[in-house]
């Protein structure tokens, strides 16, 4: 803008919109690949350390259960702390833990060691998802939807990488060829640093008010925001505990049922994995375009026939169902987190911090809670009892409507 005065011409610069930076999102998004595929190890590892250890599946629910609760527990009191204190280099740190935990777990010669183990990378976790979400809806430029479902695909299909890993550089070799991964981590120290200085000028910028970004409106009671956010856990908590079935055990039913190897089995559960990746992908961009409420009513209760179906299948149709299965109830998250965002804007931490954390949490109760299932009962009557859960997605009728301003 130019304003004359007296033959004197003064520039005044307004504000600039924030603009998407995909060279950021897809930055995150292959930290978080990296991430991700650490973690994916400890349950790719499971039949190597049930049988070194003679483990029960209790036990491996227990592995499980304290990998997710302090994964879950930390994370909204991280992302409270940093929506008024951000540490952009706070995620080099969260991989600093991720890498003790899996150096910890080559070497692991007890269960108690392996319980401390996947609590550092558990640790590691907690302090990553807040920060590096919160990356991502700075770098959305409004693009919310997209920019979690690029981040989440990053994550998602570390998920699916890391038990095609374990079955070619672990499974051959011996529990201690997990030293390997930590190769993994210093990668990603290496690009998270790099985002973390992106992230500290942006917060520069934003101090400065040098730029602006895009709101929305909440015309709703703080009674019926509260009420919308736990329907929104109760959604996850469904995804999720149905998650941990297959996430966890999904390897042994296969084994069970259909009489596969461990390479066999592990080449099935990166097949529903990469399909959790590609429907990731999906539903962000969609609840942008069309209303986060319509993507999750899809994808939460749409997945409900296919699970159902599921424990009633041979192995070509259990493998074709849990390909629809991933590609539909994946593409919920995205939805849910920024729909949860949206609720309380300007609390993008606590909100991810909780979500992600209420995420973890589910998958490793469920982890537990099916583990003593499968020991008291069978593997193949944990997924008739899980396939139920998607009809939790019913609830999605009292979300209300959100508007951008």
């Known amino acids: 803008m130019n304003i004359s005065s007296a033959g004197a011409t003064k520039t005044i610069q307004a504000p600039l919109v924030q603009k998407t930076v995909y060279s950021i999102l897809f930055s995150i998004a292959f930290a978080h690949l990296l991430n991700d595929l650490m973690q994916s190890v400890i349950p ?16 491996i629910g227990l592995i499980t259960f304290v990998f997710q609760l302090t994964a879950s527990i930390l994370q909204p009191f991280i992302g409270l702390y940093t929506d008024k204190y951000p540490k952009p280099y706070s995620l080099v740190i969260a991989m600093l833990f991720t890498i003790t935990g899996l150096g910890f777990l080559s070497i692991s010669t007890s269960f108690w060691m392996l319980l401390v183990s996947v609590g550092f990378v558990g640790i590691g976790s907690s302090i990553f998802h807040p920060e590096v979400s919160r990356v991502a809806y700075l770098g959305s430029g409004g693009k919310r939807g997209l920019a979690q479902s690029i981040f989440q ?9 890391g038990p095609l890993l374990v079955a070619l550089v672990v499974a051959p070799f011996g529990q201690s060829n997990i030293i390997w991964f930590v190769t993994v981590g210093i990668l990603g120290i290496i690009i998270l640093s790099r985002i973390a200085l992106w992230y500290q000028n942006h917060l520069n910028l934003r101090a400065s008010k ?68 590609a429907g990731t992908l999906i539903g962000g961009p969609l609840g942008d375009r069309f209303g986060r409420k319509y993507i999750i009513w899809i994808s939460i209760l749409g997945a409900a026939p296919f699970t159902l179906l599921l424990p009633y299948a041979n192995l070509f149709w259990t493998g074709a ?7 539909i109830i994946a593409s919920a998250f995205s939805a849910i987190l920024v729909f949860a965002q949206e609720l309380m804007p300007g609390k993008v931490g606590m909100i991810s911090g909780l979500f992600f ?36 997605g019913v609830f999605t009728y009292f979300l209300p409507n959100m508007k951008k301003k």
């Open 44 to 59: 790719s590892t499971y039949p190597i350390l049930k049988e070194n250890f003679n483990l029960s599946f209790t036990q």
């Open 153 to 161: 695909l990053g994550g998602n299909s570390g998920s699916a990488i």
């Open 321 to 327: 169902l849990s390909v629809i299965i991933g590609i």
């Open 210 to 277: 040098k730029i602006v970004a895009e709101d929305f409106v909440v015309p709703l009671s703080k009674r019926k925001i509260n009420l919308s956010i736990a329907v929104l856990l109760l959604l996850i908590f469904s995804k999720f505990f149905y998650m941990a079935s297959m996430s966890s055990y999904f390897t042994f039913y296969l084994m069970h049922k259909f009489g596969l190897t461990i390479q066999e089995s592990q080449f099935h559960l990166f097949i529903f994995l990469a399909s959790v990746a």
């Open 357 to 392: 954390g209420f995420a973890f949490g589910m998958g490793g109760l469920g982890s537990a809670i099916l583990g003593y299932v499968a020991d008291q009962t069978s593997i193949e009557y944990v997924y008739k009892l899980s396939s139920f859960l998607p009809l939790i």
